[in-house]
Each structure stands twice: as C-alpha cells, then as structure tokens.
C-alpha cells in the first residue's frame, strides 16, 4: 500500500544552523505535499506544502523541495533557532486529500 | 483556517467502557476525518466521517469499534467502544477545506484506559 518513510527519526542541531528532514514516498498519484509541526501536548499545524507542479516553495527561513521522478520531498529550516524544537511530519495526498499518508516523524532538538 | 474544538479534550476510562469525542468546527467543511496518535508515533487514519452516510474506514478499524457519526457539515462524533489499555492514545479530527486539500487539526482528546 502507500507508504511515507521520513528520515532522520531525530536530529540534533546548534542554534544558528541548518536543518534538512527527507521524505520518500511510494504512490505515483501522490501531488500534494504538507508539512506539520508538532509541538509537545499540541496538535499538528501546518507549516508549509507544496503540489507536485512546484519543484520548490520557499517561506521565511523554511523551504520545501519537490524531485517528483525520484518521489523525494525534502524539509529545509535555515537559522534554527530553540522554539524551532518540535516533531516535524511530512504527509503526501492526492488531490481532493481524500486519504493523507504521514511519516514516522522526526524530533528536531535546536540546541542554544 | 476553521476553528475546531474537540470535546473531551483527555480522559480517564476503565476497560470494558465507551467514550465519544465531539469535534466542532465553525464553518461548514466537506472533510472531516478521525486520527489516531499513539505516545510518541505518527499520524493513523482512522475514518473518513461522511455527513448522510456510513464513514469509510481504514484497514484495520471497524465500525464496531469506533462508530462515528456526521450529522451535519459542521459536527461529528467518533465512539472508542469496549476500551483496552492499548486503547490509550490522542484522537484527533481534522478537516478538510472545500478549496485546498490542506487539513487543519483540532485540539485532540488524550485517552488513558486502565
């Protein structure tokens, strides 16, 4: 069936640096790509997406890539800074999001 | 985005019992959908609620065990029926708007079942 694998599960990083989250996803149909951040005891808010007719979406210090023949998304936060420490998901959806596949999730530690 | 509420937002249950959570949301939306988050893992699609008709679920969730209901574009229900400790876990609504395929969740419903 339709699959997400997101890697790192964890990542730890120093303040002022960048951070890189891959996904991979399995179902060709897939074109619609969101990303939620996941602070402790809070519920998943988006933060950025991208469709599959986007190769790359920018917002503020985060950007999303798109390699749709490889069926690769990637998150990139620039300057982390501590309140940036959260559990970070991709998903991946066809249209009209009937059915929304996330990943595993991976815990991004900012350390100051 | 639409502002969603969940009620209860967590509980304590013994085994055996039944819990329905509420999800309100303040506009009418065409996707409404049930989650479950288990302590420390990912997102799992439980059903997809339909308003005027049985919900769609997920391989692995059964009517029998989590009855949901839609009355109407704006509310829904979803029943954890003869709880068990593996029962325990955050359930979330989301929903879906008319013109994007983005979801937005509400507050969740921590269970515990001992």
């Known amino acids: 069936g339709e699959n997400v694998e997101q890697h790192p599960s964890t990542l730890s990083v120093q303040e002022g640096d960048s951070a890189v989250i891959k996904c991979t996803y399995s179902d060709s149909a897939s074109n619609y790509f969101p990303w939620y951040k996941q602070e402790l005891g809070k519920r998943p808010q988006l933060i950025i997406d991208i469709r599959s007719n986007v190769g790359e979406k920018k917002d503020q210090r985060i950007a999303v890539t798109l390699n749709k023949t490889a069926k690769h998304f990637s998150l990139h936060i620039t300057e982390t800074q501590p309140e940036d420490s959260a559990v970070y998901f991709c998903a991946a959806s066809t249209t009209g999001g009937f059915k929304t596949i996330f990943g595993a999730g991976t815990r991004l530690f900012v350390k100051a | 985005s639409a502002v969603i509420s969940q009620k209860p937002s967590r509980d304590i249950c013994q085994r055996g019992t039944s819990l329905t959570i509420q999800c309100q949301v303040d506009s009418q939306v065409t996707m409404m959908f049930w989650y479950r988050q288990q302590p420390g893992q990912s997102l799992t699609l439980i059903a997809t609620a339909n308003q005027g008709s049985e919900a769609t679920y997920e391989s692995g969730f059964v009517i029998d065990k989590f009855p949901i209901s839609r009355p109407n574009l704006t509310f829904s229900t979803l029943t954890v029926s003869n709880m068990s400790p593996e029962d325990s876990s955050i359930y979330l609504c989301?929903?879906?708007?008319?013109?994007?395929?983005?979801?937005?969740f509400g507050p969740g419903t921590r269970l515990t079942v001992l």
């Open positions: 989301s929903v879906g708007s008319g013109s994007s395929d983005t979801q937005y």
